[in-house]
């Protein structure tokens, strides 16, 4: 509500904290991080796809709110490129290419295809979401289709998170109340796909509950009228939904500050 009344300073602020957390990530402190495997000022590497695909959101969101400060927006977005394309995760990577191509198709106008409407996106991605830890972690026709090693031995993740499901079905183990375990792993919470941590975590019911919730919040980006707006708001929506395949979003806040902006972005830009 605070986001529809008063959006531009919460973009400002927003994008200020990350533009500082960027800066201090890309020059400062990275000998201290040398000798931790997958430590980055920011955390873990897994969250700059989620950081850097709220920073591209809320910079453009800038970009195109606040003409005063478009110079600095533009800024802003290069930094965050940076960062995903030099923060040793492939997620980021992805997840940056993805957000280039979102804005290459509104340049040449060929956006219709982040035109529909929004839950249908949310249907597209849980199904691929779906398919593709029922065909790496199991023994079935279409093992062959896609190599093991392509998700960094996340197979063997969700191997042992599906057994464990399959002891608490219905709801699941409560937050950190399931151990992963692993060859090289002794035991995480981390389940590396939203889907299998909504399972471990609250089983079906958790699940069922968190897809219902994000066709919801995604119902908003269709009352948006503006072109611009919409295609940058799915856009986003697409990128977290990819990085859910390999990642577990609801461990961090960086999704829900997207989701809930929703809420009240269609008012605020139309």
Known sequence: MNFEEDGIKIINSIVNILFVNFIINLVAFR??????EHIVFLGHVQTISQFGTLALYFGSLQFLL???RRIKAVFFII???????TGDADSARVAAIIMIVVGMMYKFKIYHLLWFKSKWYVFAFWGLSVFIVYTV???NIFVNIIDNSTFSGRNFVWKNALELFCNSPYFGYGIDGALITTFWSTGM???HNQIVQNLIDGGVVLC???WIMMIEFSSYIDRIQLKKYKVLANGTLI???AIMITDSTTL???????????FGLYRLVD
């Open 252 to 262: 961090y806040c960086y999704m829900f500050l997207f989701l809930s902006s929703l």
């Open 79 to 85: 930094i965050s490129l940076i960062t995903m394309f």
């Open 31 to 36: 000998s201290i991080f040398f000798a931790y």
């Open 189 to 191: 919470n981390y389940a």
């Open 137 to 139: 972690s199991g023994n």
């Open 66 to 68: 606040d003409k005063n």
């Open 208 to 210: 069922i509950s968190f």
């Open 239 to 241: 990128t977290f939904l």
